[in-house]
């Protein structure tokens, strides 16, 4: 056994020593194809000039964006967008911290319950504890004494109630409508939720999506949170209303690194191909 393995060990050592004395044999061979044949000046980028790092460190790229009409979602046009704006990584920090500052900034914080010493009127006892054989009393606000509280007194409520319309044909023909729309489009619940922003607010569709708020929402834009987009499985938003989105945001792209005093701006908006 070990004989047989000390031969092979043998074999293996003559042909690397063939291959190592004939290397123009083996040149011969090796063929590659022109996809892997590049000039030595695309393979090494020349970076001897500012703008030519700035480049290097933001390379363009683009992501194609297909505009549709709604409800038929016929395309209309193709657009080309940056991928600073949307083909960038997921944050899930950022998405954390962000639902967290705008639910604190949301809470109203007037909260407030009076104490004892709030109530109007003396808190002195009344009378002493034992001694005077009546019933003990605490202070002049005790629901046991003419003038006092009222246990379970009535406070502010609504009494108002809901009649029902006669004319509601309006309201079944939309919530009808639309739940056949967001079942077609694969928009309704057993898909995900769907948000609809918009610029301004849409009769229509805001009146159908209120009679179905089990399928989806409908926001506009001002109204939009970043809860709102996380709780939904599918956005449908404006061409007008995501141009005006990543406006608002876009000095959160630019890069704060400048070289030689040149400067940064910030990705294209999308611009119409087809």
Known sequence: ??????????????????????????????????????????????????????????PIATVPVTIHNFPELEPT???????????????????YSAVVFEGDNTRQGTASSKTRYDVHGSHRKIRPQKGSGRARLGTRQSP?????????????????????????????????????VLAALRLGRQDGRTLFVTGTRRDWLYGAMESLPHEGRALDLP??????????????????????????????????IAVGGLPTKGPQIGERVL
Not at 159 to 164: A, C, D, I, K
Not at 235 to 253: A, F, G, N, T
Request: hydrophobic residues 35%; glycine residues 6%; contains cysteine.
């Open 1 to 58: 056994m070990a004989a047989r393995s000390t031969g092979c060990l043998s074999e293996a050592l003559a042909t690397l020593r063939i291959s190592a004395t004939k290397p123009a044999m083996a040149s011969k061979t090796f063929t590659r194809s022109m996809a892997t044949e590049s000039p030595a000046s695309d393979i090494t980028r020349s970076a001897s000039t500012p703008q030519n790092i700035i480049q290097s460190w933001n």
């Open 77 to 95: 046009s193709l657009e080309q967008w940056s991928v600073n704006h949307l083909f960038l990584p997921l944050r899930r920090d950022l998405l």
């Open 144 to 180: 046991s004494i003419k003038g006092g509280g009222k246990t379970f007194g009535p406070h502010p409520r609504d009494f108002g109630t809901r009649l029902n319309r006669k004319d509601g044909l309006r309201e079944a023909y939309l919530e009808k409508y639309m739940r056949g």
């Open 223 to 256: 109204d939009v949170d970043v809860k709102d987009l996380l709780e939904t499985g599918k956005v449908v938003m404006e061409r007008s209303v995501l141009k005006e989105m990543i406006e608002q945001h876009q000095s959160d792209l630019v890069t704060r």
